[in-house]
């Protein structure tokens, strides 16, 4: 198969003539003004120029292949990408031209064509096939890295995520993005991560745009995203692009797929934990297809065979259901529906849990003219956990819930195929109930007010990409955020202990306050040959949303509070500087090394000895501090070849200081690890084997153990001293897999495949928690004891698809 | 209310069960603080004088033996113009008053002077809430154990915080059973005292003879119990703090005047 990788990066050339001007502005350094000049001058030294647009498509699925590029053979530098919708558009002079498209593990394809007029060109692209070499983990980002000014951006697609060895065999597109550099998983199992040493709640999690706000599913263990349905991720650790808002540390952008618009298949898997059927076919062929997946566990089952009565009339499971449909209205026109929800149940005697999301998404994207193009989403979240308690006179529930409505608007113009702008709007109505207790009257309990809220989010952007020279790139970009937090309800301001100075009540209707904050993103990216580039970014970011936790790990019982009296809107600067260079033939490997500096403001925190429960004032329990954070991250992938996969390495420091903790000196965060390493491998063996391996090893995680002990109520308590001061063992493990694929025989509709994986293949004994204790049969000693959750995992997933 | 933590427990359990976690004794390098003064006040309204243990903390590695401390100025006052002295008595480190017993809706300051240096707290002595009864019930949720219920109306409208101390067969159960009306307001108590016993010992059984104290302590104890009792379950907050002590400066442990009631009861077949 000819790799693409190459030709992506061929120096870059603009005819000068048109772009004098704006060549100027740049010459001053000023890609603000460039955006202006850009803007009001670009029209009037217009030639005769014309516009080849389309979509580009999987020959076999009609899947949209987002990132997949088109350049002008005749036209060195002259290129450009698909969008999320698998939609592209060039402009460039009359003439006749050869359109060739490429994208990784697809047949490139060219056509030669007269384009006199603007015109559609379509493409559909055929897959590599089976042959060994085939491109297998790789992230896209070093195919369009060189060329692009965004740094800090890593993609993965399912293909790749597939044979990477996983937790139970349940292949898992989070939990695979936490092997990159930059991105740091919470804990062992665990599907929170953070990125650049934010906080877990700092990540904006969408699924086909609506966010997901509890992405994991049995604490942690695994994520919400169902392998099945997804097409690809795109995680973003820095320089956000403009339309994106709401997080401070990273944007995750999970697209699920379109489904097959060519034939009816199906698919599906039984592993050890849960089993999965897809199914996905045309409604209209070549018009608009649908996809529907579901996944649900049965470690309930294995409960029954319990000799213990108790465990055995347990429930503990979850189910994942996705669905989504896509159907084109006219050539200019369509309309995507796509839909998630998601459950866990839990349930013990007296005793139930359940907590789950559930997103909705509506989307028409519209071509005005060949190059504006546009998007309109209306966007439905929607997070609760609730427990329930029923026994005899009991009959208490608890319950808690975060909703979204959202409206978004976004357009993409393209005058050129060296600029691009894309602005829009976006408007989010967001309902709060903190945990609430509803109790019957002959419950043990009484029941707690309900203290809903409700706010407003709101954001407009504009961001302009532009090849200003062969050899610059810029994407410069600015986002007005603004927040509403709206009656009604009671709200209060509080003094720096906490007590309250003043509560005043509010109407529905009334807006208790609002605040706006500008975002100014910038990057840059200057290329020193065609291997190599060089790329600069600064982008700031609000967060308007908040979530504490007052245990270590994420759990579903977590609080969201919105920004209110008291709490402003966090801030985080980030700056940050890359070096990129592609080695070998055909872009065989490619080389990464990234430093970033983030600052972040307004960060919370609890009071030491905070209690949370029903009703309880939270505001009062709180913390106001700062942060920062910086690293250096370095990638190194091989992409082509029978081996494939990466070695990442980071380097960070992530800590917070707040007045009230450890007597305002700064600390540790508790996701500081400095040293990071993983190390990922994926091998085809012989056309129907192939072998993967990761390891990953890091610091522990900053934690505070005591530092003396002492005596209370006949008791020995440990005696703590400065927070987060020491640090958990290292972490160590080898994970192995091995992926039998049957090739499909000729004529048969049915094909299958074995997954085998053993996860911590070295049993190493990782500490997952440290706990101090006294020695339980010996009153006078006390002990350090760790708890390791899981020691050699071996598992087998079944798979099939027809 | 248990529930949110009883979440993660059962989670925690029954994922666990299903898989391999394992536990183990490490060896750990620990910081080591100087050691602190402790100080451990009680009053109660039994007619008994005030009894204070002053104690330090000591390094983590050690065996659990906490160097008492002689010599200290122990001095107690009420807001009804009562003072008095605490005498050292032949317990080192035990200090005990003569006069001076607790009233409800009295406060006591208590002034500890040790190696030239004065610690103050304050604590008001809440509204006896009288134990009406003591019952025995098999838990809610299932299974065999035996759970104490002691028998109360909460006087609504006021906060009022509890501790429990509960005997078998008079031995002392360790757990720190603590109870508030945030949620229970007004409400005749039905709450057992529910722990996890460390000790089999604790476990109750039919034909047992169970005891339980019942104190009626301020906030600012009960913040401090309530503290102490998550640092005594583990690690179960991710940044764990030590308890807010009443006393002024650097020092560890309270002083508490509480009303005290009691019930005794054998415990019928169920």
């Not at chain 1, 403009?242 to 898997?269: F, P």
């Not at chain 1, 080898?734 to 495949?753: C, M, N, V, W, Y």
């Not at chain 2, 060896?27 to 009680?42: K, M, Q």
């Amino acid at each position: 198969m000819k790799n693409n990788c190459f030709n992506l990066v061929a120096p870059l050339s603009t005819p000068a003539s048109r772009w004098g001007a704006t060549r100027f502005a740049s010459g001053l350094g000023l890609p603000a003004i460039c955006l202006l000049t850009a803007l009001s001058l670009q029209p009037a030294r217009a030639q005769t120029r014309v516009t080849v647009s389309g979509t580009i498509k999987d020959a076999k699925t009609g899947e949209d292949l987002t990132g997949a590029t088109v350049r002008i053979v005749e036209l060195p530098g002259v290129g450009t990408g698909a969008n999320a919708y698998g939609f592209y558009t060039l402009t460039v002079p009359a003439g006749t031209y050869t359109v060739e498209t490429s994208f990784v593990g697809y047949q490139p394809q060219s056509r030669k064509l007269t384009l006199d007029k603007s015109q559609r060109l379509d493409f559909k692209l055929g897959s590599g096939g089976q042959e060994l070499g085939e491109v297998v983990v790789t992230a896209r980002s070093s195919q369009a890295g060189i060329s692009k000014a965004q740094a800090g951006v890593e993609s993965l697609d399912m293909r790749q995520v597939a044979k990477v060895p996983v937790l139970f065999g349940e292949k898992d597109v989070i939990k695979t993005m936490t092997l990159l550099p930059g991105v740091k998983t919470a804990g062992e199992g665990s599907s929170g991560f953070s990125v650049r040493g934010g906080n877990v709640d700092q990540n904006l999690i969408l699924l086909d745009e609506a966010p997901v706000y509890n992405a994991s599913h049995l604490l942690g263990f695994f994520s919400t995203f169902n392998s099945d349905a997804i097409k690809d991720l795109t995680v973003y650790k820095g320089g956000m692009p403009a339309q994106y808002g709401g997080r401070l540390s990273s944007v995750v952008d999970i697209k699920m797929k379109d489904g097959n618009n060519q034939e009816l298949h199906g698919s599906g898997g039984i592993g050890l934990i849960a089993s999965r059927l897809a199914l996905e076919g045309p409604i209209v062929k070549d018009k608009g297809s649908f996809l529907v997946t579901g996944r649900r566990t049965y470690a309930d089952v294995f409960l029954k065979l319990a000799s213990d009565e108790q465990i055995n009339d347990a429930s503990l499971y979850f189910y994942d259901l996705n669905a989504k449909a896509n159907y084109r209205l006219s050539e200019r026109t369509r309309l995507y529906f796509s839909g998630y929800l998601g459950q866990d149940v839990l349930g013990i005697s007296a005793f139930g849990s359940t907590y789950g999301n559930q997103t909705a998404t509506l989307r028409l994207n519209h071509l005005f003219t060949d190059q504006l193009f546009s998007n309109t989403s209306l966007i439905y979240s929607k997070y609760d956990f609730g427990i329930r308690i029923t026994a005899s006179d009991q009959d208490i529930a608890i319950d808690s819930k975060i909703q979204d409505w959202n409206l978004k608007q976004d357009f993409e113009y393209t005058p050129s195929a060296s600029q691009t702008f894309r602005f829009g709007a976006q408007g989010i109505y967001r309902t709060i109930t903190p945990g609430r207790i509803s109790a019957a009257a002959t419950s043990d309990v009484n029941s707690t007010p309900d203290k809903t809220n409700h706010s407003l989010e709101t954001a407009a952007y504009l961001s302009h990409e532009w090849k200003a020279t062969e050899k610059l790139d810029f994407t410069t970009g600015l986002r007005l955020s603004g927040f509403s937090l709206l009656g009604r309800g009671d709200y209060s301001t509080y003094d720096a202990a906490g007590n309250v100075l003043a509560t005043n009540h509010y109407e529905a209707g009334d807006f208790v306050k609002t605040y706006f904050r500008l975002e100014p993103r910038l990057a840059a990216s200057y290329q020193l040959s065609e291997q190599t580039a060089l790329k600069a970014g600064y982008a700031r970011n609000v967060q308007n949303l908040h979530l504490l936790s007052t245990s270590a790990a994420s759990s579903p019982t977590d609080l969201y509070i919105p920004t209110s009296l008291n709490v402003k809107p966090e801030l985080a600067d980030q700056l940050s500087a890359g070096y990129f260079r592609q080695l070998g033939a055909n872009g065989a490997y490619s080389l990464s090394a990234e430093v970033y500096y983030k600052w972040l403001q307004n960060q919370l925190d609890y009071r030491d000895n905070t209690r949370l429960r029903p009703g309880t004032d939270v505001e009062s329990t709180l913390l106001y501090g700062k942060g920062r954070a910086y690293g250096v991250e370095l990638l190194l992938r091989k992409n082509t070849g029978r081996l494939s996969g990466w070695v990442g390495y980071t380097l960070s420091k992530s800590e917070r200081q707040f007045t009230d903790i450890n007597s305002g000196s700064w600390f540790n965060a508790r996701q500081d690890r400095p040293h990071d390493v993983s190390v990922v491998g994926v091998y085809e063996l012989t056309p129907k084997w192939s072998l993967s391996g990761t390891f990953v090893a890091s610091t522990g995680n900053a934690v505070t153990y005591p530092v003396g002990k002492y005596q209370a109520l006949g008791q020995t308590v440990s005696l703590y001293g400065l927070r987060n001061a020491d640090r958990l063992p290292y972490y160590q493990r080898l994970d192995i897999g091995a992926t039998f694929e049957k090739p499909r025989a000729e004529g048969k509709r049915f094909q299958h495949s074995w997954n085998f994986s053993v996860y911590n293949v070295l049993g190493r004994q990782n500490p997952y928690i440290i706990t101090f204790e006294t020695v339980p049969d010996d009153a006078t000693r006390t002990q350090a004891l760790q708890t390791a959750l899981f020691r050699m995992i071996p598992s087998a997933t079944y798979n099939f698809n027809f | 209310m248990k529930t949110y933590s009883l979440t993660r427990l059962l989670a925690a359990g029954l994922l666990l069960l299903a898989t391999s976690a394992c536990q183990k004794v490490i060896d750990l390098d620990l910081r080591e603080a100087d050691p602190r003064l402790v100080i451990e006040a009680n009053l109660a309204d039994d007619g008994q004088p005030c009894t204070v243990r002053l104690s330090r903390s000591t390094r983590y590695t050690e065996p659990n033996t906490f160097p008492p401390v002689g010599g200290a100025t122990v001095t107690l006052s009420d807001d009804a113009g009562g003072l008095e002295t605490l005498a050292a008595t032949s317990t080192p480190g035990l200090y005990r008053g003569a006069s001076l017993t607790g009233q409800p809706g009295r406060r006591y300051t208590l002034r500890v002077e040790a190696d030239g240096t004065a610690h103050v707290a304050g604590s008001t002595m809440p509204t006896a809430v009288p134990l009406t009864g003591l019952r025995a019930e098999k838990s809610g949720f299932g299974g065999d154990n035996i759970y104490l219920v002691p028998e109360f109306q909460d006087p609504a409208g006021v906060r009022n915080y509890y501790l429990f101390r509960q005997y078998r067969n008079g031995r002392l159960n360790q757990s720190i059973f603590l109870q508030d009306d945030e949620l229970t307001d007004g409400r005749a108590n039905a709450r057992p005292l529910f722990a996890r016993n460390a000790d089999e010992a604790d476990d109750l059984r039919v034909g047992d003879s169970v005891r339980v104290d019942m104190q009626c302590v301020d906030a600012d104890v009960h913040r401090y119990l309530r503290t102490l009792t998550q640092i005594l379950q583990g690690a179960s907050t991710a940044t764990p703090a030590n308890p807010q002590s009443n006393f002024s400066g650097n020092v560890l442990g309270y002083f508490s005047a509480h009303t005290l009631r009691r019930r005794s009861l054998l415990v019928p077949p169920l």
